[in-house]
């Protein structure tokens, strides 16, 4: 629990996902709460826009939006993020919008190398920063007896290029360079410099190392 006395920005998310929320949370870092966005971000892509363009917009956006509340606490900070695959022939790909959808995107990915791509924007109404990370990873050859039973479980119907490393799709995944926690939603080293920046760090890293005795 956070303390009554600590001098540190309350660290606010401007993401409903329990996924960033636990990855932020294993890191040591100490939630106020979810900021509720203004508005609706539309996540639409625009025709010919590049992965890390959209990924970029989108993230500023949502932090936009959260921003726009009155009632969110003076001095906090916000972080909002955004995660997109681009697929082999590197056109983005956010969350399909059904089944049929989804099983194309998967059968698009099979046995191709591709990219997951998360922005992260971080602001307290005055200073703001962010930064993209981008990740690359090879998918087993999937049948499309394995694509229909994924698709089915509804799994993918949430989540950028149709699937989620974190669950039962982790077992498609041969080969992965770059950040795992950025594939899954949040690159924590990036975020962690980004925080840093507001003043805001891990709680484990404030603790009194001479005080351990009991």
Known sequence: MRP??????????ASGSPRRRELLEQAGFVIAGWARPAREVDE???PGEAAESAVLRLARAKLDAALAVPSWPPGGVLLAADTLVAGP???????????????????????????????????DGGQRHDVVVASRLRFARLSTEAIRAYVATGEPLDKAGGYGLQGRAGGFVEAIEGDCSAVIGLPLAATCRLLALFGIRPAWMDRDDGDDTE
């Not at 009554?4 to 998310?13: G, K, N, Q, S, T």
């Open 89 to 123: 022939d590197g056109r983005p790909m956010g969350k399909p919008v059904d089944a049929a959808e989804a099983e194309a995107m998967l059968a698009s990915l099979s046995g191709q190398w591709h990219q997951v791509i998360t922005a992260v924007a971080v602001g």
């Open 4 to 13: 009554e006395f600590d001098p540190r920005p309350a660290l606010w998310l």
């Open 44 to 46: 639409s892509l625009l």
